[in-house]
Every structure is written in C-alpha cells, then in structure tokens.
C-alpha cells in the first residue's frame, strides 16, 4: 500500500501509574529526519523511540512529542531537616542581636534556604519504564500509520486517474500523427500542382518527401516508451511500499518524452494535446512529492 509522507497520530495511556502522552506528527522530505522531544526523566527512551520510528517510517520529517504524568507522587517523600534549620535560626538570631537588624525570620524564607528539605524519590525501574513507554509509542505509531494510509489511497487513486488521462492523450496524439502526414502530402501535391500548373507531377518525389517528412514527426518511439513508463506506475502503485523517490525517477524520463514528442508536432492541434499531457505530468509530479 502507498502511503503519504503526512500524518498525524497520538495516543494517551495510563501505566503503572504514570500517564503517557505520545503525539507524531510528519511533513515532507526528501530522508528520513526523526526527532522527539520528551521529558528529562525519560531521555534514557529517545533512541528506542526513533529506532520505532525508524521501523515503520522510510521517508518524511518526523517530530515525536512525549509528555508524562506521574500518578504516584505521593510515593515521593519530603522531610525538614530539623537540624539544618535549627542551624540558621540560630546564625539568623545571632545576626539579628549583634548587628541590630529586624528580626524577620519566617517560613518562606527558611523553606529557601539550601538542604531544609531532604526529597526522598523511589527507585525507578528504568527497563519497565521503557516498556511502558514503547507501549503507547507504539499505539501512537498506529495511529500515525493509519492516517498516512489514508491519505497513501487518496494519493494512489488520484495518480491513477491522471495516468488513465495521459493514457487517452496518448492515443490521441498517435491517432494525429498519422493525421499529420496524410494532411502534408496533401498539402505538398496541392502546392506542387500550383506551382507546376500543367507540367506532370512526379509521384515519387512527393511520396519521397512525405516519407522524410513522416519519420521527422513520427512519435512512435516516445509514445511507446511513454506507455511503457506508466505501466511501470502502476506496478509500483500496485506493488506499495516506499515508491516515491522510484516514482520521482520515473516522472523524470516521462517528461523526457514528452518534451521529445512535443518538439516533433508541427500541427498546433497536437501540441496542444503535448500541452495536456505535460500539465497532467506536473500535478503527477506535485502528488508523487507527497508520497513516502
């Protein structure tokens, strides 16, 4: 299946306590490019998380948001110092009587003080935090995927009208080529009979300068190879996966030969149609841009 190189997925879990909060979120680019922003406490994860990433993404700029909520802080234990502050009452008392100063000693300004509160955290199994973690990393990354399949189908179906177009433009312009050639003898038997009046008129010059004239705007080849390449789009529409650079190389040799077959159409009708096909070509282009 196609998928986009946009998308967007989240999820929010409670485990073991701790509420996790996962967001991705993908642009364009031409790589892969991961990155994820999470808390402290949790810096340890950050390669495990692109390594998750990085299994189910191939192309697109990809940002991770990781936010968590301890549900067991009360499991945190804060305790006074009792010695530490009877310490600086005593410092702050002596102060106040030997320099004269106001005695203004409160709470407020002991709790600022450096080591009133001794902060007792219990130990953290790292390991189990991770698995907590990549849990709902990994139902975020559902998400995420699901999303850009969506939008991969939208993509995949809207390629293949646009090359059905083509398809039908190429016909036309094959069926105008032939066209083009009977209209120039025509035109070189008319202008010759002008000029010459009564004076007989060889036939195999005219069919001499017909058949020069047909193999400079024959189209053949490129429409051959045209065909063939769209074929190969629809392969790799069919096929899945990360096609998009192949699609974009492919783009590449389509325009090719379209810019050959409109360099050989003398007649404005065609070219016209020439004009189409590169027009379709372009939107493919911009679509293919979206694709990972």
């Known amino acids: 299946m196609v998928k986009s190189m946009t998308g967007y997925g989240r999820a929010v879990e409670t485990v073991n306590g701790r509420e996790y909060t996962v967001e991705l979120r993908s642009v364009n680019n031409r790589y892969l490019d991961c990155t994820v922003k999470l808390p402290r406490s949790l810096s340890f994860a950050e390669e495990a998380v692109k390594q998750a990433v990085k299994q189910s993404v191939s192309r697109g700029k990809v940002d991770v948001f990781i936010t968590l909520r301890a549900e067991g802080a009360s499991d945190v234990q804060v305790t006074l110092n009792e010695a530490m502050v009877e310490g600086y009452l005593a410092a702050m008392k002596q102060m106040a009587q030997k320099y004269g100063v106001i005695d203004d000693i409160s709470v407020s300004l002991l709790s600022r003080m450096s080591e009133v509160f001794t902060v007792d955290k219990p130990q953290v199994d790292e390991e189990q935090l991770l698995a907590d973690l990549m849990s709902v990393v990994n139902k975020a990354l559902e998400a995420y995927d699901a999303m850009r399949c969506t939008e991969g ?6 390629l293949r009208s646009r090359g059905q177009t083509i398809l039908d433009l190429v016909s036309q312009v094959e ?53 063939s390449h769209l074929e190969q789009m629809d392969h790799m529409l069919s096929s899945g996966g990360a096609v998009g650079r192949k699609l974009d190389f492919l783009l590449q040799e ?7 077959i409109g360099s050989k159409c003398s007649d404005v009708r065609l070219a016209r149609i020439v004009v189409d096909i590169k027009a379709e070509l ?10 990972e």
């Open 153 to 158: 189908m939208a993509l995949e179906k809207d």
């Open 175 to 227: 069926a105008g080529s032939g066209q083009t050639v009977i209209d120039y003898r025509a035109r070189l038997y008319s202008k010759l009979k002008e000029v010459l009046a009564n004076t007989a008129i060889d036939e195999s010059r005219i069919l001499t300068e017909a058949a020069i004239f047909a193999d400079k705007v024959a189209v053949d080849e490129e429409t051959v190879r045209l065909r």
């Open 282 to 291: 372009e939107k493919i282009r911009e679509q293919t841009q979206n694709i």
């Open 254 to 260: 389509m325009n090719r030969e379209s810019n050959t």
